[in-house]
């Protein structure tokens, strides 16, 4: 059993900038293909980005692209998402979650075996 959890969220104007970061529990961290995913009120969960298991290969949703940097760091168990340039649209829960996929990246919620409880990041206008 793995366990995430989020930090980091918050309130922040557009054009701001906030860092999430997720800490996971376990020995095997490295394995895992980890991802973010953020769900808006009334909407369904959507992927934002993920990072393969060496933080070598890193994949962003067309909406972030640019703007959020996904990375991690296995010595200490942590994910973190850097955003920028923030828009009120990507007001949302955001939920760190792990893949025990080691291929490529993958964006389906489907693929993500566990699943942290999640953290509110609010953009005004």
């Known amino acids: 059993q793995v366990q995430l959890v989020e930090s980091g969220g918050g309130l922040v104007q557009a054009g701001g900038s906030l860092r999430l970061s997720c800490a996971a529990s376990?020995?095997?961290?490295?394995?895992?293909?980890m991802g973010w995913f953020r769900q808006a009120p009334g909407k369904e969960r959507e992927f934002v980005a993920a990072?393969?298991?060496?933080?070598?290969?890193?994949y962003y949703a067309d909406s972030v692209k640019g703007r959020f940097i996904i990375s991690r760091d296995n010595a200490k168990n942590t994910v973190s998402l850097s955003m920028n340039s923030l828009k009120p649209e990507d007001t949302a829960v955001y939920y760190c979650?792990?893949?025990?996929?080691?291929?490529?990246?993958?964006?389906?919620?489907?693929?993500?075996?566990?699943w942290g409880q999640g953290t509110q990041v609010t953009v005004s206008s």
């Open positions: 979650a792990a893949d025990r996929w080691t291929g490529r990246v993958r964006v389906g919620r489907e693929s993500y075996d566990y």
């Open positions: 376990g020995r095997t961290f490295s394995s895992y293909t």
């Open positions: 990072i393969s298991t060496s933080g070598w290969s890193t």
